[in-house]
């Protein structure tokens, strides 16, 4: 698993379109989540959470795939939690041996959370969920951390 560098690449193009384009920032995010989860094979689950720093809360935003339960995750907690306290991405290889980790569906076996930056201070997150143990790399890091950068344009 992992993403190739033309795709990589390709998808870039296109995610820096959409953020370029006509619309709102919610359309926007979810032309790019349906974007990842309908043409990245292991990308099972593509969503935004977006910050609120004063309740340090995250609040769901567009997502694609099943809906979830975890509308809304305070900092620390679970994957996204972490990552929203810590501000650094987290790739999750094995979600079982993972005890700071919130269910979304008993299919799931690994994940990877990034923040959006915006002046320095975390605004949101984008989350991937994978059925595939194991399917995140450091390019899909790298690849997802440039979605992120160009989605910091929305904020
Ligand atoms: N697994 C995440 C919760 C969000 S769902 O994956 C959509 C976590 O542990 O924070």
Redo the contacts with the bound molecule.
Sequence with gaps: MSLNHTDFKMFLDEVTKIVDADGDRDEKLQKICDLLRDRVSFYD?V?FYIVDPEEKILHLGP?AGEP?E?VK?PFG?????QVARDEVPMIVQD?SRESN????SPL?RS?I?VPVFKEGRSVAQI?V?SHEPAAFSTRDRAFLMKVCESVSHLF
């Excluded at 907690?77 to 939690?81: D, E, L, R």
């Excluded at 980790?101 to 979304?104: D, E, K, Q, V």
């Design positions: 689950w969503g997502f979830t975890h995750i907690q679970g994957v996204c939690g979600v980790y919130l269910s979304c799931v994940e959370v989350d969920d």
